[in-house]
């Protein structure tokens, strides 16, 4: 899999997402399903999006005790997903109970993704609320670093983080970044952002592109345009 753009299909039902994918006619963007629409609709949103020819990244975020997380993704491995994700702050054990779960029979698995400190969670709020007191890039250096050492493919960070991730776990170390934003467009509750074309030059893999595609006028228009900016 290469560069691609990702958007996050944030809707509450599965009529919404449908309409809106829909509107792409013969084009197959890459989507992500998380929480909200998949607590909405069940796997079952998953097989239809799939069975439509869409790439899947499953955004669950799996944090719990390593056992219970292997068995819950070795349920998710049956879906047939491109991507999914846990929190890197379950531990590296965690993380390798999660790979071992994922991997099908065959030796076959979705691509897994670490999050290391969700960006709404800033300095303070990590040294007041989490009691870690260390520079939160530092932080988010060390949890990528455990991700690689458990065997996972890459983290899910700020696009302005993804240079130095790459920097500090390689090359081929996945970096998926939300928080994109056309130059042009509106910020909306998101603190750290980069436009597409930014985000191509610091090296993310992947971006994820939520409201500036689902809430445009012309939502394939925008997501060609980003496509434009990243991939092309
Ligand atoms: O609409 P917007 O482009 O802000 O959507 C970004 C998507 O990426 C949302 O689904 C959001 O939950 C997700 N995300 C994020 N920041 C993270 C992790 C996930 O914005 N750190």
């Given at each position: 899999m290469g560069k691609d753009v990702i958007i996050a299909c944030d809707f509450s039902s599965a009529e919404a997402v449908y309409n809106f994918l829909d509107k792409f006619e013969g084009k197959k963007p890459f989507v992500k399903i998380g929480m909200e629409l998949f607590y909405a609709a069940g796997p079952e949103i998953v097989r239809e999006i799939k069975k439509r020819g869409?790439?899947?990244?499953?955004?669950?975020?799996?944090?719990?005790?390593?056992?219970?997380?292997?068995?819950?993704?070795?349920?998710?491995s049956s879906l047939d997903v491109d991507i999914t994700n846990l929190h890197a702050a379950g531990t590296v054990k965690m993380m390798q109970a999660a790979i071992e779960g994922l991997t099908r029979p065959d030796g076959s698995r979705p691509l897994l993704i670490a999050v290391t400190q969700l960006t709404s969670t800033d300095q303070e709020s990590m040294e007041n609320d989490l009691l870690i007191n260390k520079p939160i890039d530092e932080v988010v250096m060390h949890y990528a670093q455990n991700a690689k050492k458990a065997g996972l493919d890459g983290v899910v960070c700020s696009p302005l983080e993804a240079g130095k991730v790459h920097d500090t776990c390689g090359k081929e170390f996945l970096t998926i970044t939300p928080g994109v934003r056309f130059a042009d467009g509106d910020v909306g509750d998101?603190?750290?952002?980069?436009?597409?074309?930014?985000?191509?030059i610091i090296g993310s893999d992947y971006i994820v592109v939520g409201r500036p595609i689902t809430a445009?006028?012309?939502?394939?228009?925008?997501?060609?345009?980003?496509v434009k900016e990243f991939v092309d």
């Open positions: 869409h790439k899947i990244f499953l955004d669950l975020k799996l944090h719990d005790i390593p056992n219970t997380v292997k068995k819950a993704m070795s349920v998710l998101q603190k750290r952002v980069m436009t597409p074309e930014q985000a191509k445009a006028d012309d939502p394939v228009a925008a997501y060609e345009r980003c």
